[in-house]
């Protein structure tokens, strides 16, 4: 039961970070916004909360002496993805924070960025906060004030951190991976068990009938052996013509 319960916190705080980072890359474009601003401070809010809970969840359990090797091993390796977790999080609120400064909103020094993206950024939010819809406040003074609390909170995220290391000892270089590389994209399970929403993280791969891709490779060899030959023919005969003639 502690097993299922962390892996279903850690896939929301998962989740919610990823949230996280696609909307740091509309910071600075034409899709910024006031309400862009206030969805990242939302959004980075929780994914805090998330941490925390993940954090007292698995260090109670790390430090149970009477839990078996496999039980350990296993959370283990949940404590390794949780920190590498924490640690996008913490790169992705340092980037909102030069965004931020380089990008102000209420006094603006330089011109947002045409990446090519548009619309609003309001659907992933939503999936972050696990609301259907967004509520916006009337802060005009969100994107300067807010960079305070920002500065603040990665101090925090930073801070707890090292305290992580200092209290649960697992060399991440130790945990054994209990999955192929990419395993989890190729999955066809579903991944709206968890209570921040579904994101699609990718479409599978076409997948070909058996032995359709290699006829068609040999065919395609085929012909451009015999176009080479008939290219190099063309070419003798036309040599031989031209030091006969000449």
């Not at 705080?13 to 474009?29: D, E, F, M, P, Q």
């Not at 309400?35 to 401070?41: A, F, P, V």
């Not at 999080?89 to 548009?118: A, C, N, W, Y």
């Not at 040999?218 to 031209?242: D, E, K």
Request: hydrophobic residues 40%; charged residues 25%; proline residues 2%.
């Amino acid at each position: 039961m502690g097993k299922d319960e962390c892996k279903t916190m850690l896939d929301a705080l998962n989740k919610v970070t990823a949230c996280y980072r696609h909307l740091v890359i509309a910071l600075g474009s034409t899709s910024d916004s006031q309400n862009l601003r206030e969805e990242l401070k939302r959004t980075r809010k929780k994914a805090q909360e998330l941490a925390v809970a993940n954090r007292t969840k698995l260090t109670s359990l790390l430090k149970d002496k009477t839990i078996s090797n496999d039980d350990r091993a296993e959370y283990e390796r949940l404590w390794v993805l949780f920190s590498s977790s924490m640690e996008l999080l913490e790169v992705d609120m340092k980037r909102s924070l030069e965004i931020g400064h380089d990008f102000p909103l209420k006094v603006p020094t330089r011109h947002l960025i045409q990446t090519g993206m548009t619309g609003s950024t309001t659907t992933v939010a939503a999936r972050a906060m696990s609301v259907q819809n967004m509520k916006y406040e009337s802060d005009s003074n969100i994107d300067t004030a807010d960079l305070r609390d920002l500065q603040s909170e990665i101090s925090h995220v930073s801070q707890m951190m090292e305290e992580m290391e200092m209290k649960v000892q697992v060399a991440p270089w130790a945990v054994e991976a209990k999955q192929e590389a990419g395993a989890e994209l190729k999955s066809n399970m579903s991944v709206g068990n968890s209570s921040v929403g579904v994101i699609s993280i990718c479409e599978e791969e076409p997948k070909y009938e058996e032995g359709g891709g290699n006829r068609d490779a040999g065919f395609a060899s085929i012909c451009a052996v015999l176009v080479f030959f008939v290219i190099v023919t063309v070419a003798l005969v036309l040599g031989y013509l031209v030091i006969n003639m000449s």
